[in-house]
């Protein structure tokens, strides 16, 4: 019969293996302790919504709505979406649950993946990973200065240390449509120069001009007026003690007026975290303040403001370790078929204890074993052979340090003598 063809990855999925995986867990431990200390709680997120969700929070003229969202029709007929962000679901879950009376400042931590229809590139997946935070119910300047504090504070205990946050706001229903009719006669003004789709943005939504990716666009909105000269009192109010508070924490950023967060339910503080050396997807960070989205999704008047990390973006800035992973303490290699039984004892009796450790199977030559265990840079191996069976203890050879003298290891020794003499072979 013919071997049949295998199976590739779909387009712009792909899998983290051991070796990236390992610090993705990093990231979401660190995350956890982090966050808990500002106390952030986990949710963990449904990953299918119902379409509208999305359709009603990012605005129906967003590129990701428009243009990037996996949808289909349920076999009732009824439109889900893959979750291409995670705010909406926090917001629809705090809603749902009845957080919203329970605990309406309620902090929510989150991580998992999204996914979004764009180009594929480098740092640039279809489906990605985030992690992050919203602080509900809350619209003073001291919940963004704490949250942008947590997020500082966790992509530099993670070791991304080359990274710049970047601050702007966004204005609010006050002063936002003045705002909005300045950018429409500017983009009315260079209409020749705009693409088809910022045409149909200046007539639904001027503001999305602000960030279209084409390049002729981009170059003609970059003289476009900008909303930090257009905030109301109560806008600057907020920005300025922002501001303020990372400065007394020093926290360091830079005032961007040019971001503009992708989705329609922004407002007021925005802002975005670059990291240097990734190339063209150079964000792995970014948020801001979302004061109208729980109303827009049918709850009562409450405020919100969060972020989201991309790990796929933070894994590759975060310097890679050289070494690797870690190999096992000890491999347990049994020379002889008689020999298994004991040796999976030996291991099961380690491992339960939290020992990293290795067992072969039987059938190959000392030195045949010895060359597997050194492969897998463990740090002792652990002979069981005839001789080792009849005394009831094994021989332990110390691979890193290449003694000859070989250590006896009782196999029926207690827990804490096993753990002391494989975790002192383990650490030298
Ligand atoms: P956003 O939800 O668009 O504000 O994105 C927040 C962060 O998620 C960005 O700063 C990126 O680090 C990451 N991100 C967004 N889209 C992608 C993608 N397609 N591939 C990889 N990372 C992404």
């Known amino acids: 019969m013919p071997r049949p063809a295998t199976i590739a990855a779909v387009k712009g999925f792909r899998d983290i293996l051991p070796a990236e995986s390992q610090r993705w867990r990093a990231f979401e431990r660190a995350a956890g302790d982090l966050f808990g200390a500002y106390g952030f709680g986990e949710i963990r ?38 979750r291409p962000e995670a705010t909406a679901g926090v917001v629809r879950a705090y809603l749902e649950s009845g957080l919203v009376h329970r605990d309406p400042a309620a902090r929510l931590w989150y991580a998992g993946p999204m996914f979004r229809r764009e180009r594929p590139q480098k740092g640039r997946y279809r489906q990605f990973y985030q992690i992050g935070a919203e602080v509900l119910g809350r619209d003073d300047p001291l919940a963004d200065a704490e949250l942008l504090l947590m997020l500082v504070r966790y992509l530099a205990v ?9 601050l702007n706001s966004l204005g609010d229903a006050a002063c936002r449509p003045a705002y909005r009719e300045r950018v429409r006669a ?29 390049e002729g666009c981009r170059a003609v909105m970059a003289r476009a007026p900008v909303m930090l000269q257009s905030l109301c009192a109560a806008c600057r109010a907020h920005f300025d003690a922002v501001c303020a508070l990372l400065d007394q924490e020093r926290v360091a950023y830079v005032i ?44 009562p ?26 190999g ?45 265990a050194d492969r897998q840079r463990a740090r002792l191996a652990v002979i069981l052979g005839g ?37 002192r072979g383990a650490t030298v």
């Open 328 to 372: 096992p303490a000890a491999v347990i290699l049994p020379l002889e078929e008689r020999a298994v039984g004991p040796g999976l004892a030996l291991a099961t009796r380690l491992r339960h204890a939290g020992v990293h450790v290795g067992l072969e199977p039987a059938g190959r030559s000392l030195k045949a074993l010895l060359r597997t």
């Open 186 to 214: 500017f983009g009315e003004a260079h209409r020749e120069a705009l693409c088809p789709d910022c045409h149909r943005r200046l007539e639904r939504n001027p503001l999305r001009l602000l960030d279209c990716k084409v």
């Open 45 to 82: 997120l449904a990953v299918l919504e119902r379409t509208e969700l999305f359709a009603r929070s990012l605005g129906e003229t967003t590129d990701v709505v428009e243009k990037e969202m996996y949808s289909f029709a349920d076999r009732d007929g009824t439109s889900l979406t893959l």
């Open 301 to 326: 008047d409450v405020a919100g403001v969060g972020f989201a990390v991309g790990l796929d973006r933070l894994a590759a800035a975060v310097e890679i370790d050289g070494t690797g992973s870690e």
């Open 256 to 299: 961007d007026p040019r971001i503009v967060r992708g989705l329609d339910y922004y407002c007021r503080t925005a802002f975005e975290v670059l990291a240097s050396g990734l190339g063209a997807q150079n964000a792995v960070a970014g948020g801001g303040r979302y004061d109208g989205l729980v109303a827009a999704l049918g709850g």
């Open 387 to 423: 001789d080792e069976l009849a005394a009831g203890r094994a021989t332990v050879r110390d691979l890193a340090r290449r003694e000859d003298e070989p250590l006896a290891l009782a196999l029926d020794a207690p827990e804490a003598e096993l753990l002391r003499r494989v975790r």
């Open 158 to 166: 993670v070791g991304a240390s080359e990274v710049r946050l970047s």
